[in-house]
């Protein structure tokens, strides 16, 4: 994190509510008094920096960080080198720190900048940054406070809410609507064509897309996604959830709020996602199926069938977690177990033959 | 469907040819009279709304449907609410039906926008629409009717057939020929630099990828695809081939006509695929490889020798169809079988232990 | 490759410093004189075309080429048609041979396209090509002989190395930093927002992404392709490394010099990847691995561990390649294996019925 601020573990409880632990061997009020100029994981903070632990993969790292201070859900006992800082929830302290310390985004100057081109009947809020080459075709309506990176482009008809940020490159076409808040990333796509033909003695004839995207609030969408419009009605992405890179999206998707797709994930037509889903990376879900509420779809799972609320789910074809784990067990043992079954077969067949001149 | 249309079931039957089924206890003046104004899935339409079956999954929406006319191809017992409208192929009648009564396409204006960047030596056909900041290099072809939605960049000596639409953002390399009514929708990239490097002493030197792509008529690219230019030579898109988003297609490929890529589906480099071929989604296909007309391969399966014409292959590395089903059915056997194995081994020792005494 | 030059295959063979083998009844006088004009594969090529055999996969064709030359790493018997031209690397002196032999690269002319719109405090090298709506961020620094096609996107603070190329529609976010020779083509993006959230009460808030990425020496990376900021620190591509198209790089990733990074790869967040290390087509690394020098993970694979240097991989989950195998190769005996068991268990209860009246 770059320079100009600095705060002491002291004054960091007070504004954030958490308990300071001092280090092995030091007192309270020294630990207070350390002072922190910078944010770093584990490994690669020095005695200036905050860092955190977020991830319980990492917890060895605290015996050996050399960071000034860490912010931790449970106390441990002293550690060798950084002061802890309790808090009920790390990440979300992080995230409000960062929030507050982080150097403001890099963005457009207020206004719109001359080379945009701006079609008939546009309507924008206040204080919206418009770059440059960005194209907002007839009869957009943006809310107040939104940023268009350089070359975004935005189709006709197309309705942002307040607050949303476009990065370059990103493409809105005819007729979609974006709630408030939403973050689209470098390159994302939302409102291509579906996927649907209409195969006539082996030739294939474009079925025609006139549906559109529904986007809800705070929606977040990664760079080169791709997100079709419906066929007819609407494809739908539900408020809070956040959608990483190279996703695809097919038409007349719909995924409930607050869930999570990982990178390369992909969802076919007509398939319905309850919330708080999980889709790890490059998860597929085939179409036309429902997903309940807080699935959980492990990485490179293939999803076949329907599945119930809050199911967990591995392998492709998918199928519930446990079972498949004790599939992928037994199946390493598979090569021995062909061993053991040519060996029984020859001592029953040693028995079987023993028997018969006996009877 | 936008307002601004209106149809009897009558006259629709008339247009395109089809026989009325009344609804329960309605007669055929009634049916033939019903006025339709949109078009909606079975389960979202109401009864000014053209409905349609076209795939059997959603049979079971027809009993509770308030369509006021479904489009199928074979005539049921009536329906309770919904007229029947009986037609050889619902998919393409529908795809007729929208494209006659959809709402026009929203395209740049006729002409080139003054903001865009035209090369030396360009020929343009008649009635092009040339979108805002597209840039088009120098010896380029463009048939009559082709579409530039804003920002697409066409490198130099690029030839279009007519009737071409490009969306915002797709791009297509230096000397990349594309046929007839080719569909490119955003982000899509046509002859970037296939992946080629000799390798000596650990240290990877580019191939210089100095061939091109050649993309025949009636092709339609998703959103964000890839397509890689030839090392040599031309890596070719069949005609009436339909590619969806994200997929990869590396250097030197060829995929005959009319096949089907479903979505971040890849195919390495120098495979030929046939005509007729289907990839579902996540599919991947080794380099070097001949995949025969008619292939079928499903989602996620992972394809690896060559396959005859017709197979049907799935998992990864792809097998026979109905064997790699025998083979997913007998592992969610294989935990049982250990048990079994166990039990049979233990009664084995215990009949050798019984023979050993007595001889 | 087009017209324009020709030589004969004995100068060749100086240039090159490579050993002519006459062609069947051929004297190695009149296969000097040979004249070549073009490049081909070989399969394609005329007896005016050097080819070449850099894949033992296309041995068979050795016998039917009718190529005029081919480069070969070892000499074979005399073939029918063509000259063998031998050499150590055919990979490598063909790389040479094109990069000295092909049309020059399309490129924006020398200067700054007066479209481009450049910001405040930018320092350009001597010899750029700035092309057509190219956007420059303030206090960007770009190193000689850069080259920025139509429509790139430089956040604030980038910095470029000498030589390096950006295609149409390329981006690179905020003070992110690449070295010298960086090919980046169409649509890539470098320096995305992380996929980073805390989740609080089912709610997912930002952590905001405020790292950056750095891009070593001579990486190429292809198109679409997605490389994340890191959340704090760098996201780093070793010098050397190549990546394929639509790969997705999450934040915090590191991979070493001189890795192969093919088409459709994922790395999820904080995974380290040394050096050399191969991922094969839709392969995917889970977050926070290490993965060690020369790994190589073969296509579709999923890596869910950290992987000792040398490791070769297979599977979804992965697994040491060689056990892969047998267990793949003992799956497809496990319907057999099925029946066999039932059979065993039909003899054993004979067996043991057999026993008991006899006790």
Redesign the interface.
């Known amino acids: 994190?770059s320079a100009g601020w600095s705060i002491t573990v002291g004054e960091l409880a007070q504004l954030i509510g958490g308990r300071v632990v001092p280090a092995a061997g030091e007192d309270q009020a020294t630990a207070s008094a350390r002072a922190l100029r910078g944010?770093?994981?584990l490994h690669?903070a020095g005695p200036a920096d905050l860092s955190f632990l977020?991830?319980p993969?990492?917890e060895s790292q605290l015996a050996s960080t050399r960071a000034g201070c860490v912010l931790i859900a449970s106390e441990r006992a002293p550690l060798p080198h950084a002061a802890q800082l309790v808090v009920p929830?790390p990440?979300?302290?992080?995230?409000q720190l960062?929030?507050r310390f982080?150097?403001p985004?890099?963005q457009p100057p207020l206004g719109i900048?001359p080379?945009a081109?701006i079609g008939e009947r546009v309507r924008l809020g206040r204080g919206c940054r418009i770059?440059?080459?960005v194209?907002i075709?007839d009869d957009c309506e943006l809310g107040d406070g939104c940023v268009l990176?350089?070359?975004v482009?935005l189709?006709?008809?197309v309705r942002l809410g307040p607050g949303c940020v476009l990065?370059?490159?990103a493409?809105v076409?005819?007729r979609c609507v974006l709630g408030a808040r939403v973050?689209v990333?470098?390159?994302a796509?939302i409102g291509?064509?579906g996927?649907g033909?209409?195969?006539?003695d082996?030739?294939?004839?474009?079925?025609?897309q006139?549906g559109t995207v529904v986007i809800e609030d705070d929606v977040?969408i990664?760079?080169?996604?791709?997100i079709?419009r419906a066929?007819?009605?609407r494809t739908r992405i539900g408020a809070?959830t956040?959608i990483?890179?190279?996703v695809?999206i097919?038409h007349?998707v719909e995924i409930g709020p607050?869930s999570?797709i990982?990178?390369?994930a992909?969802i076919?037509g007509s398939s319905k996602l309850g919330h708080?889903v999980t889709l790890a990376?490059?998860a597929?879900i085939?179409g036309?199926l429902r997903i309940g509420d807080r699935v959980t779809v492990t990485?490179?799972c293939?999803v076949?069938k329907d599945l119930p609320e809050g199911a967990v789910v591995r392998g492709?074809?998918a199928?519930d977690f446990k079972?498949q784990i004790?599939?992928?067990?037994?199946?390493?043992?598979?090569?021995g177990?062909?061993a053991?079954?040519a060996r029984?077969?020859q001592?029953?067949a040693g028995?079987?033959a023993?028997?018969e001149p006996r009877s």
């Not at 990440?91 to 995230?95: G, Q």
């Not at 033909?197 to 006539?200: D, G, I, L, N, S």
């Not at 990664?222 to 791709?226: I, K, L, S, V």
């Open positions: 994190m944010l770093a994981g690669e977020t991830n993969r990492y929830h990440d979300a302290t992080l995230a960062v929030a982080a150097p985004p890099a900048h080379t081109v770059g440059p080459y194209v075709g990176h350089a070359q482009v189709g006709e008809g990065y370059p490159h493409s076409r005819e973050i990333h470098n390159g796509v291509s064509d996927f033909y209409a195969t006539v082996g030739v294939h004839h474009k079925i025609p006139i977040e990664g760079a080169n996604t791709a079709d066929r007819f009605g809070g956040k990483d890179n190279l695809q097919a007349n607050h999570i990982v990178a390369q992909g076919a708080h990376g490059q597929g085939a036309h990485g490179q293939g076949t492709s074809p199928q079972a004790a599939q992928e067990v037994a199946v390493r043992k598979l090569p177990v062909l053991r079954l029984l077969e001592q029953i028995l079987l023993d028997k």
